[in-house]
């Protein structure tokens, strides 16, 4: 049997990420749920319009939907990021002022995150890695 090191998951996991707008889609689906937990509280403050606020957990939950698909099919980022940004602005007239303002806010970022993810990019290098790398390559 062939068990996974547990040195092998972290690169594996770098790599992953790396390939995809994964802080992105994680603020979204986190302002996602974090409006749905603020639907259930029970204060004198939560407010439920239409049909039994069906509205004020539709919209968070596709947030955490969107947030989900971006990590898992980073392809269509653009829809999604697109379609986050307008759930989270919305979720401000249907789910308690956006979950008071901090889910509204984690779904925009995370929104704009992904719209701004471009695919296929070197990374960064910082200032040591550049000299390190000039030094070696001067005579």
């Known amino acids: 049997m062939s068990e ?3 040195d092998g998951l972290r ?5 992953w990420r790396a390939g995809r707008p994964f802080w992105g889609g994680l603020l979204l689906a986190l302002g996602g749920a974090e409006i749905l937990v603020t639907e259930k509280a029970s204060m ?10 069906l509205a004020g957990y539709l919209l968070p939950a596709l947030m955490v939907v969107c947030g989900l698909l971006t990590l898992f099919s980073p392809g269509q980022r653009l829809f999604y990021s697109v379609t986050g940004v307008l759930l989270s602005l919305g979720s401000w007239v249907t789910s308690n002022l956006g979950g008071f303002f901090v889910g509204m806010t984690l779904g925009v970022v995370g929104s704009c995150l992904i719209f701004g993810w471009l695919p296929d990019q070197e990374p960064r290098r910082s200032r040591r890695q550049r000299r390190k790398e000039a030094a070696v390559g001067a005579p």
């Open 4 to 6: 996974r090191s547990p």
């Open 11 to 15: 690169p594996a996991f770098r790599r």
């Open 44 to 53: 004198k403050v939560v407010l439920h319009i239409g049909m039994q606020g």
